[in-house]
C-alpha cells in the first residue's frame, strides 16, 4: 500500500532532452520552436502563470502580507471606472490595488513575464498566454488632428482619408501584429497605403508628433476628456470602436 501511494505521488517526470528533437531547432547560432514546439508553449504557458500567480500568493499569505494586486495600465486605463473599481475590489474583496503603468510595447509582456497580475489593455490580444476576462468598455475611436488640420472642422472623417496622412508607427520590433494592425493600421479599408510617420511608444509621444504636424493618430474616444489641449482636436473616424479588457 505504501509502495502505491509513494508511486502515486511521485511520478516520474519526462525528461526535456527526450522531447528536444521534436520541439525545438538548434543552428549554431541560434534555437527556435518547431511548430510541435509553439503548440506546447501556447499549451503550457497558461498553466505556468497560474502556478506563479498561486505560489506568488501562497508565500505573501505565509508571510503575513496583505493582498495586493499589481494592475497594470495603459493609457487612461478605466478612465472614470477606476475609482468604482478600486473601492469594489477593497470592499468585497479586501485587495489593495497598486497601479503600474505601463506602455505601448509592454502592455502584454508585463502581464506575462510577471511585473503585473493583470492589465487594462486595448484589444486585441497580442501576446500568447494570456486570458482575456472580460471586456469592460466599449467606446468610439476619433481621429487626433492638429487644430489647424484640413480635416479639423470635420464632424465625421472618412478612413479613407487616411491614405493622405502619415500615422505613427511602432518600433520595427514591437509591431505587435494584430494589435498594431488596429491601432496604427498601414492601410485604410479599401487598401490605400497610410504613410509611415514617426516611431512612438507612449500615448504622449502619440500627441506631441500630433501637436508637431509629423502625423495624426487614432485614439478612443474617452481620451479627448483626459489628454486634450488647445493644439489639437479629437474627430469620430468610420472605424468600428475599440474596448479594453482585465
Known amino acids: 500500500m505504501e509502495k502505491r501511494r509513494r508511486d502515486f505521488l511521485s511520478p516520474s517526470a519526462p525528461s526535456p532532452k527526450r522531447y528536444a528533437p521534436w520541439l525545438f531547432v538548434r543552428t549554431s547560432r541560434r ?41 497594470g495600465f495603459f493609457g487612461g486605463g478605466l478612465y472614470e471606472l477606476t475609482l468604482p473599481f478600486v473601492r469594489h475590489l477593497e470592499s468585497k474583496f479586501h485587495i489593495d490595488v497598486e497601479w503600474v503603468e505601463l506602455s505601448i510595447l509592454d502592455q502584454f509582456e508585463a502581464v506575462a513575464s510577471g511585473k503585473v497580475d493583470a492589465a487594462f489593455c486595448r484589444l486585441p490580444l497580442s501576446h500568447d498566454g494570456l486570458v482575456q476576462c472580460t471586456d469592460l468598455l466599449e467606446e468610439k475611436k476619433k481621429l487626433v488632428v492638429p487644430a489647424d ?86 474627430i469620430e473616424i468610420g472605424v468600428p470602436p475599440v474596448g479594453p479588457l482585465s
Do not use: M
Open 31 to 71: 534555437v527556435q520552436l518547431t511548430p510541435l514546439g509553439e503548440k506546447f508553449h501556447l499549451g503550457v504557458e497558461p498553466a505556468a502563470l497560474a502556478l506563479r500567480a498561486t505560489l506568488d500568493d501562497c508565500r505573501k499569505t505565509a508571510l503575513g502580507q496583505a493582498n495586493r494586486l499589481r494592475i
Open 149 to 234: 488640420h484640413r480635416l479639423s472642422d470635420r464632424d465625421l472623417i472618412d478612413p479613407e482619408e487616411l491614405a493622405l496622412e502619415a500615422l505613427p508607427t511602432l518600433p520595427d520590433n514591437h509591431q505587435s501584429g494584430a494589435w498594431a494592425a488596429i491601432h496604427f493600421p498601414d492601410h485604410t479599408p479599401s487598401g490605400r497605403l497610410i504613410a509611415r510617420g514617426p516611431v512612438v511608444t507612449t500615448i504622449r509621444e502619440c500627441l506631441a508628433v500630433v501637436e508637431s504636424g509629423e502625423a495624426v493618430v487614432i485614439f478612443g474616444g474617452r481620451a479627448e476628456h483626459y489628454y486634450s489641449n488647445p493644439g489639437i482636436r479629437y
